[in-house]
């Protein structure tokens, strides 16, 4: 059988990017271990490719994506017309009043009507391909009738619609007519938890979305990351970067909903309270509308609490400085109020870096008691879990061992094995319409 798959290979997508490159190099390595048979085919986009040569995958075959829909397109031409200033907003301005009025309007369909794509249907079918595989959840998986495994990350439109990041400007309907349709026609659904698992099967069953359809495969830490970290890595990032000895660490795009405000909060309170100044490292992209307005949100009050010597944002960070940010970090700060599971996390473990996170559903099950767990919406318990990580060198080392611990309890062969599994019941499912197709072995 061949199986095609569209990875998320833009560095600045965050968790789905590294879920990707985690699903790219284990069907890679099932190749070469001769466990998968079938024929692999990577659909890329035009900033794809230079992605995949570093990735050095073996025996995979390479297809160009074939472009947007036409309203993108045109809209897209039409603004590099005019180029940048007051005209460009102007585009804009009439684009969103165009989309408001459902005079155009990609982004807001109607729910339940699957916009087919003939095009993209007749090109994924010219490429021979029976099996799609979407590590991020994407329309074009039912919108072209292939078979298809798709992972569903989060449903946090659903939970937590007051984040203008799932919600606004038609974000809320565009994700639900994408989850729910991806719920509707896949052959498997993913999920990343056993939380996960449960809030799909609990918000998508009228869609038919049955529990012997969703699969669980756990993220890992990102495989981009260093095994161990010398003194000379750690010296070479802290000094690339201008870091302190001791720096808090949250590797994190600025959406309201990582709760960076709370953050800098806490940090004027332990001055004010306990004259303790300790610096945070902030990474990640303040791009687009509503990052910028929090991005600013948080430089305005680091002002107002005489903290913003103690904010340090180093913007992008290529994926080789990212093992020595964690391995230098006095402790992870996590308190975001989206889950049901989340990366850094484990890569935080992977490095011996303590973890303060959120005390809510999926994130307490993702953790267990590997974490100091604070309620998110708190800044005093913010405050007082870092002061505690801080203070307590008892503390720090029982979250080092546990998290080590933690971690081991599910390796990267586990993530094949499962992944393995998931493909042999996915050809289990079509075997009867295309009985020739075989291609796993045990």
């Known amino acids: 059988m061949r199986i095609g798959i569209i990875p998320a290979l833009n560095r600045r ?3 789905v990017y590294q879920y990707s490159l985690t699903m790219l190099h284990s069907l890679d390595e099932l190749r070469s271990s001769g466990k998968c048979a079938h024929e692999l ?5 035009p900033g794809d490719y230079l992605a995949l040569e570093t990735l050095a995958l073996s025996s995979w075959r390479v297809s160009p994506l074939p472009s947007p829909s036409w309203g ?10 005019v180029g940048e200033g007051v005209h460009r907003e ?3 301005w009439l684009w969103r009043q165009m989309q408001a009025r459902k005079v155009v309007n990609p982004r807001v369909p109607d729910l339940d009507t699957v916009r087919f794509q003939p095009e993209l249907r007749r090109w994924f079918d010219d490429c021979g391909v029976e099996l799609m595989l979407y590590p991020s959840p994407l329309a074009q998986s039912f919108e072209t009738g292939i078979p298809y495994v798709m992972a569903i990350h989060d449903l946090q439109h659903r939970f937590h619609p007051e984040f203008p990041e799932v919600s606004s400007d038609g974000e809320w309907e565009y994700r639900e007519y994408l989850y729910r349709n991806a719920s509707r026609y896949a052959t498997l659904i993913l999920a990343d938890s056993e939380v996960g698992r449960e809030d799909i ?3 998508y069953w009228k869609c038919g979305i049955t529990p012997d359809r969703v699969k669980v495969l756990p993220f890992l830490p990102a495989p981009y990351l260093a095994e161990d970290v010398s003194v000379h890595e750690l010296r070479r990032v802290r000094k690339s970067y201008g870091l302190p000895e001791l720096y808090l660490f949250y590797p994190a795009h600025f ?3 990582k709760n960076h405000c709370r953050i800098v909060e806490a940090l004027g309170l332990l001055k004010q309270e306990h004259r303790l100044e300790v610096p945070i490292v902030f990474c990640g992209t303040h791009a687009g509308r509503i990052r910028q307005h929090t991005y600013k949100e948080i430089f305005s009050l680091a002002r107002q609490l005489a903290v913003e010597d103690q904010i340090l944002h180093i913007g992008y960070v290529p994926d080789e400085d990212m093992s020595a940010l964690y391995a230098g970090a006095a402790a992870l700060v996590m308190p975001t109020f989206f889950g049901p599971t989340n990366i850094p996390v484990l890569e935080a473990w992977a490095f011996g870096c303590p973890v303060l996170t959120s005390d809510i559903r999926g994130i307490r099950e993702q953790v267990g008691d590997a974490a100091v767990l604070v309620e998110p919406s708190s800044v ?3 405050a007082d879990g870092i002061y505690r990580l801080l203070q307590e060198e008892d503390l720090r080392q029982l979250m080092v061992v546990r998290g080590r611990e933690r971690l081991a309890q599910y390796t990267h062969h586990d993530y094949r094995q499962r992944l393995l599994e998931i493909l042999k019941q996915a050809e289990s499912l079509l075997v009867s319409k295309a009985p020739s197709c075989s ?4």
């Open 201 to 203: 099967l609990n918000v």
């Open 255 to 257: 959406w309201p909903h």
């Open 72 to 81: 993108k397109r045109v809209f897209g031409r039409l603004a590099q017309a």
């Open 13 to 15: 997508r965050g968790g």
């Open 439 to 442: 291609g796993l072995k045990e």
């Open 380 to 382: 005093d318990h913010i």
């Open 41 to 45: 085919v990577v659909f890329a986009g």
């Open 90 to 92: 102007a585009w804009r």
